[in-house]
C-alpha cells in the first residue's frame, strides 16, 4: 500500500527532470538580492527600460489636415474672381463740340441713344482721374468702377462739371466724336451731380 502523498512526491520528480535549469547551480541569496534592487532602481528611461511607443499616429493627422486646408485654399482661390480694371471713359475737350449756350433741353429721348448709363459715387480725385463706384446700371455694363479721365474743365463750356469726393453723379456716355471712337461723358446737363429730376429723366429714358 502506498503513502498518500506518493502522488505529489512522483509528480515534484518529474517536474525536476523536466526544469532545464535544474543542472544549474543555484545563485547565492545576496546575488539574488542585488539583482531585485539594480531592477527596481532603474530608471524609465535608462538602456533597457521600456519605451512607450512615439505618437505617429497624431502627427500624421496634423499632416493630413495641413494637406486638407491646403486643398480647401486652393479650391476657394480657384472659385474666387480676379480683380477686373475699371471700366475708363473721358469727358470731352473742350466744349465737347458744342459752342456755349447751345445745348438742348434735357429730355428722355436726348439720353435714349445712348449705349451706358450710371449712377456712381466717386470715390477719389487722383490728378486727372476720378474714380466712382457705380450704385445703379442703368444702361450697359459698366462694372463696379469707372474711372472718368477729365481734362482741364476750365477750357471747356458752362456744361461741364466738377467731380467731389463723396457726391453722387449721374453719368451717361457713348461715342460722342467719330474722329475718336470710345466712350465719353454726355455734357450739356444729360450727366451730373444726382438729383431727384434728373434721375426721374433717366428712369424714364432707360426704364
Given at each position: 500500500m502506498s503513502e498518500?502523498?506518493?502522488?505529489?512526491?512522483?509528480?515534484?520528480?518529474?517536474?525536476?527532470?523536466?526544469?532545464?535549469?535544474?543542472?544549474l547551480t543555484p545563485l547565492e541569496h545576496d546575488r539574488i538580492t542585488r539583482m531585485v534592487n539594480t531592477t527596481s532602481s532603474q530608471p524609465a528611461g535608462a538602456p533597457g527600460a521600456s519605451r512607450r511607443p512615439r505618437r505617429r499616429p497624431v502627427l500624421l493627422g496634423l499632416a493630413g489636415a495641413a494637406g486638407v486646408a491646403a486643398a480647401a485654399f486652393a479650391v476657394v482661390s480657384a472659385l474666387t474672381p480676379a480683380a477686373t480694371a475699371a471700366t475708363r471713359i473721358a469727358l470731352p475737350a473742350g466744349d465737347g463740340g458744342m459752342a456755349a449756350g447751345s445745348?438742348?433741353?434735357?429730355?428722355?429721348?436726348?439720353?435714349?441713344?445712348?449705349?451706358?448709363?450710371?449712377?456712381?459715387?466717386?470715390?477719389k480725385v487722383t490728378g486727372d482721374v476720378v474714380t466712382l463706384e457705380v450704385t445703379h446700371v442703368f444702361r450697359g455694363e459698366p462694372g463696379s468702377t469707372v474711372e472718368i479721365e477729365q481734362p482741364?474743365?476750365?477750357?471747356?463750356?458752362?456744361?461741364?462739371?466738377?467731380?467731389?469726393?463723396?457726391?453722387?453723379?449721374?453719368?451717361?456716355?457713348?461715342?460722342?466724336?467719330?474722329?475718336?471712337?470710345?466712350?465719353?461723358?454726355?455734357?450739356?446737363?444729360?450727366s451730373g451731380p444726382t438729383s431727384p429730376e434728373l434721375r426721374a429723366v433717366y428712369e424714364k429714358a432707360f426704364g
Open positions: 498518500p502523498n506518493q502522488p505529489d512526491q512522483d509528480l515534484r520528480a518529474v517536474l525536476r527532470s523536466a526544469d532545464p535549469a535544474a543542472s445745348c438742348l433741353a434735357i429730355s428722355p429721348e436726348s439720353l435714349a441713344p445712348l449705349p451706358l448709363a450710371f449712377q456712381g459715387a466717386v470715390q482741364d474743365l476750365t477750357a471747356g463750356d458752362f456744361s461741364a462739371f466738377d467731380f467731389a469726393v463723396g457726391q453722387d453723379y449721374l453719368i451717361a456716355a457713348g461715342d460722342l466724336d467719330p474722329a475718336q471712337p470710345e466712350l465719353e461723358v454726355a455734357l450739356c446737363g444729360l
